[in-house]
């Protein structure tokens, strides 16, 4: 899977070039794009085939429109604002597919920018229909797939186009996301350290059960920490625990021991009676947990620990904020561990929706080497499954 072909392997030149982007931005009550930040993040891939003469043909989700056109999850103010950041026409299509999308596609010369109106307008599109996915593939002579951020996803745009396509390749985003992910997992420098966190063990154990079999070191925390810390007999007040996933959560500690895998938990928090409580809290440490309060963040000391565990570290992973972040009081832990990865000389990789806005938060997304752009996508990848978005994509040699 981490092995794929890319934009650099084919030749674009006269060529009708399906691109699959993620243009799925966040859109604000005048219709207006609220932050641009995944139209940048394709420009790179886009510039590179309209300056090689390919005929770009763009196309992308856009919220949940229901399978039937609806106005709200147009594309249109996309095409208009792609069209300022690259200075150039982008011309915008009134669906996806039919005569008419084909008529704008025939008269494309090389260089020119078309994009296609949302694929999910479609209900073929989410049910990866054959002929959907072939209607598509009449469009163009050479497939690229950049949205990471779908690649979980088996859509038509995805995925059943892709293998109705020669080549079918990655683009640049898709590109750094194989590369740094898949190295992480297949050939890490070593000391190789991952630290997950995050609201809810059972989204994250499927990840540290890939993991442990490939890290040097694993550091908890965030909300997750305290199923493991309860599963260890430790007294967690009422934090977060999910009781139903506590049995797991013992077993796993069982086989990073038996992996001779470092496995840290949080030996101090920041405690509080509530989620929302701005002026009453403390640190405490394992033996003198408050019993009604709730763990929100990791302490000084284990932020200390982790942060010199980084230090040591040649491959660092992220998954998961350290605490409930989105709250100042309770922000501390995630930051020191956001500032000992931009610290750190290692190879650092973010992944994750929430993890990467704490990043931005503290400023430092210039300091990391790889901030994954897709949160399910770069989840899915930890845990070791295969992407159907990257599968269909032409092996390399
Ligand atoms: P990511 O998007 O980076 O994968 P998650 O979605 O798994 O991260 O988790 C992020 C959420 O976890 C945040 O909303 C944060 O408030 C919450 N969280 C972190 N620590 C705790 C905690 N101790 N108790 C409750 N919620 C927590
Ligand atoms: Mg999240």
Redesign the pocket.
């Known amino acids: 899977m981490y092995n794929k072909m890319s934009l650099r392997d084919v030749k674009l030149q006269g060529e009708r070039v399906f691109c699959r982007v993620d243009f799925n931005v966040p859109l604000d009550d005048r219709g207006g794009i609220g932050d641009d930040s995944r139209i940048t993040a394709a420009l790179k891939t886009i510039r590179y085939i309209t300056d090689q003469g390919g005929r770009l043909i763009l196309a992308s989700h856009l919220g949940r429109p229901k399978g039937k056109p609806d106005p709200k999850y147009s594309l249109a103010p996309v095409a208009a604002h792609l069209s300022r950041l690259l200075g150039r026409e982008v011309r915008m299509a009134p669906d996806c597919v039919g005569p008419e999308v084909s008529k704008m596609v025939n008269t494309l010369r090389d260089g020119d920018v078309l994009l296609l109106e949302n694929v999910r307008f479609h209900a073929e599109e989410e049910k990866n229909d054959h002929i959907f996915s072939r209607q598509l593939a009449n469009l163009a002579d050479i497939y690229v797939n950049d949205a990471f951020g779908a690649a979980h996803r088996a859509h038509a745009s995805t995925e059943g186009v892709a293998h109705m396509l020669n080549p079918a390749v990655a683009g640049f985003l898709m590109e750094d996301e194989i590369r740094y992910l898949g190295k992480a997992l297949t050939e890490p420098a070593r000391p190789f350290v991952s630290i997950l ?4 063990a059972k ?2 154990i499927p990840v540290i059960h890939n993991l442990l079999k490939k890290v040097d070191a694993l550091l908890i ?6 199923t493991f810390l309860k599963a260890k007999g430790i007294e967690v007040g009422r ?2 625990v999910q009781e139903d996933q506590i049995d797991l959560a013992r077993s796993l500690m069982k086989e990073a021991e038996t992996l001779r895998v470092k496995f840290l938990l949080p030996e101090d ?1 920041v405690v509080a009676p509530a ?1 929302e409580s701005v002026t009453e809290f403390r640190v405490c440490g394992n033996g003198d947990f408050p019993p009604s309060w ?5 302490g000084p000391a284990t932020a200390r620990r982790y942060s010199a565990v980084v230090g040591d570290a040649a491959t660092v992973v992220w ?9 100042d009081t ?1 922000a501390k832990g ?1 930051l020191a561990i956001a500032n000992a990865l931009a610290e750190s000389k290692a190879v650092t990789i ?9 990043v931005k938060q503290a400023g430092l997304e210039g300091r990391m080497t790889h901030i994954s752009t897709g ?1 399910g996508a ?2 899915e990848f930890l845990e070791g499954k295969k992407l159907p978005g990257i599968q269909a994509l032409n092996d390399k040699f």
């Open positions: 966190g995050g609201a809810k989204d994250k925390g965030g909300g997750m920490a305290y934090s977060l928090h989620l709730m763990g929100l963040d990791i998954n998961g904020p350290m605490g409930v972040f989105e709250n309770f995630t973010i992944g994750g929706g929430d993890s990467m806005a704490a949160g770069s989840l």
